[in-house]
């Protein structure tokens, strides 16, 4: 293909760091949370299974079940409004939890976050692969899966400054502002569709054909794994160095925030084009993904039971890193195994599957653990708790080895 057919133009780059920084956005607003749930603990006497329930289940019940028809939608409605319309949505609602008055008030907020932020994953990388060529589709991703990092890194610096001052000013200060970025996403300009392969036809029942396939299984599954080990280390961090550790709100904010953005940035960068690279070697990007699992695996023993803080930054660094590196590489083997009309909706059945193993099992598994192995007057039995995710990434590992032999 000549360089005329490769030039991408300007508004495409345009595009893409619109949705980057949305994507900050949400995961500001879906993460912020998590570094005040001990502000919300004290005041509230929430159990550590009430604020697994309020971080994470309330968001994902509505976040996975929307996620699938709004990747439908994506394929045949316009993706810039289908966006603009869940960034009001989650903005607002983000924005409310400040006047929460009980358990059930401020659950009903993050239900709210969870059904505008289900509609931005399948339009965005939908929009994406149509904005680029395919030949950049995991650089691309990449890019905006930085969106990731740095709105988590945000989360955990905002969050821990603004502890200082409870916790309800901060829902104020990161949610009700992204009303403005849902404008410009309303009005973004839509690319022409990718056509599909002219002998492919697609029914109803398009869901099947994905399901059918031992690639997008396995790749989901296996990711799925991955993403319950490395969300925990934003659900579960603040509790587990306030509690364990004796570590300050403000002073964990600084260095969480600071590790994510250090770790996380490069790392959602770069790993697209190295996964992209180990593509074009013939190995496959899902075995890069497994890597990145093996590697997490002492990292974590490191971080639950070490007492040294020389050893533990060290390893949350590259925890960070891994958990943050995979992103570009997984959608981009998603889009590629569902062609040009499934891709929003493999990319939404993608995320479900991630989002279910994080946010409903994994988060409430390691709740309840929590509280039954006494972490709230024995501190060290959460570090036991927390064993489900590096046995997690051991599990997840495996199965993308398996997938790397169905897609090629």
Same mark, same amino acid.
């Given at each position: 293909?000549?360089?005329?057919?490769q030039?991408?133009?300007?508004?495409?780059?345009y595009a893409?760091?619109?949705?980057?920084? &949305?994507?900050?956005?949400?995961?500001?607003?879906? +993460?912020?949370?998590y570094i005040?749930f001990?502000l919300i603990?004290k005041? #509230?006497?929430f159990?550590?299974t009430?604020? !697994?329930?309020l971080?994470?289940?309330?968001?994902?019940i509505?976040?996975?079940l929307?996620g699938?028809?709004f990747?439908?939608?994506?394929?045949?409605?316009?993706? @810039?409004?289908?966006?603009a319309?869940?960034v009001?949505?989650?903005s607002?609602?983000?924005?409310?939890? *400040?006047f929460?008055?009980d358990f059930? =008030?401020?659950f009903a907020?993050?239900?709210g976050?969870?059904?505008?932020?289900?509609a931005?994953?399948?339009?965005?990388i939908?929009?994406?692969?149509?904005?680029?060529p395919?030949s950049r589709?995991a650089?691309? +991703?990449?890019?905006?899966s930085?969106?990731?990092? %740095?709105g988590?890194?945000?989360? !955990?610096l905002?969050?821990?400054?603004?502890?200082?001052?409870?916790?309800?000013?901060?829902?104020? &200060?990161?949610?009700?502002?992204?009303? &403005?970025?849902?404008?410009?996403?309303?009005?973004?300009r839509e690319?022409?569709? @990718?056509?599909?392969?002219?002998e492919v036809t697609?029914?109803?029942?398009d869901?099947?054909r994905?399901?059918?396939s031992?690639?997008?299984?396995?790749l989901s599954?296996g990711?799925?794994?991955?993403?319950l080990?490395?969300?925990?280390?934003?659900?579960?961090?603040?509790?587990?160095m =306030?509690?364990?550790?004796?570590v300050?709100?403000?002073?964990?904010?600084?260095?969480?925030?600071i590790?994510t953005?250090?770790?996380? &940035?490069?790392a959602?960068l770069?790993?697209?084009a190295v996964a992209?690279?180990?593509?074009?070697?013939g190995y496959?990007?899902?075995?890069?993904?497994?890597?990145?699992?093996?590697i997490?695996v002492?990292?974590?023993?490191?971080?639950l039971?070490?007492?040294d803080?020389?050893? %533990?930054?060290p390893?949350?660094?590259?925890l960070l890193?891994?958990?943050?590196?995979?992103?570009g590489a @997984?959608?981009?083997d998603v889009?590629? %195994?569902a062609g040009?009309e499934?891709?929003g909706?493999?990319?939404a #059945?993608?995320?479900?599957?991630?989002?279910?193993a994080?946010?409903?099992i994994?988060?409430?598994l390691i709740?309840?653990m929590?509280?039954?192995?006494?972490?709230a007057?024995?501190?060290?039995?959460?570090?036991?708790?927390?064993?489900?995710?590096?046995? *997690?990434?051991?599990?997840?590992?495996?199965?993308l080895?398996?997938a790397?032999?169905?897609?090629?």
């Amino acid at each position: 293909m000549d360089a005329t057919a490769q030039r991408t133009p300007l508004y495409s780059w345009y595009a893409l760091g619109l949705l980057m920084v &949305i994507y900050v956005l949400n995961f500001l607003d879906r +993460t912020v949370i998590y570094i005040l749930f001990p502000l919300i603990k004290k005041e #509230m006497a929430f159990s550590d299974t009430e604020l !697994a329930l309020l971080g994470t289940t309330s968001f994902v019940i509505f976040y996975t079940l929307l996620g699938i028809p709004f990747g439908r939608l994506a394929d045949r409605g316009s993706r @810039a409004k289908i966006i603009a319309v869940g960034v009001v949505i989650w903005s607002i609602c983000s924005g409310l939890s *400040a006047f929460a008055v009980d358990f059930w =008030t401020l659950f009903a907020c993050r239900v709210g976050v969870g059904i505008g932020e289900a509609a931005l994953g399948p339009a965005a990388i939908s929009l994406l692969a149509d904005f680029f060529p395919p030949s950049r589709r995991a650089t691309v +991703t990449s890019i905006y899966s930085m969106g990731i990092a %740095i709105g988590a890194g945000l989360a !955990a610096l905002l969050g821990g400054t603004l502890s200082q001052f409870g916790w309800r000013p901060a829902f104020m &200060i990161v949610g009700f502002p992204g009303v &403005i970025f849902g404008v410009l996403a309303f009005v973004l300009r839509e690319p022409e569709r @990718a056509a599909p392969a002219a002998e492919v036809t697609y029914t109803g029942a398009d869901w099947r054909r994905l399901l059918k396939s031992r690639a997008f299984v396995l790749l989901s599954v296996g990711y799925a794994l991955f993403g319950l080990a490395t969300n925990s280390i934003s659900i579960w961090g603040a509790i587990f160095m =306030t509690r364990v550790h004796g570590v300050d709100i403000p002073t964990y904010g600084r260095w969480a925030g600071i590790l994510t953005l250090a770790a996380g &940035i490069p790392a959602t960068l770069f790993f697209g084009a190295v996964a992209d690279r180990f593509k074009r070697l013939g190995y496959g990007r899902a075995l890069f993904g497994a890597l990145l699992c093996l590697i997490s695996v002492p990292m974590w023993l490191i971080v639950l039971f070490s007492s040294d803080q020389y050893f %533990i930054v060290p390893a949350a660094f590259v925890l960070l890193a891994t958990g943050l590196g995979w992103v570009g590489a @997984a959608a981009a083997d998603v889009t590629e %195994i569902a062609g040009a009309e499934l891709r929003g909706l493999a990319v939404a #059945m993608f995320f479900f599957a991630v989002n279910a193993a994080a946010y409903l099992i994994g988060s409430n598994l390691i709740g309840v653990m929590s509280d039954r192995l006494g972490s709230a007057d024995d501190p060290s039995m959460m570090s036991r708790a927390l064993l489900l995710c590096p046995a *997690a990434c051991m599990a997840g590992a495996a199965i993308l080895l398996a997938a790397r032999k169905y897609h090629r």
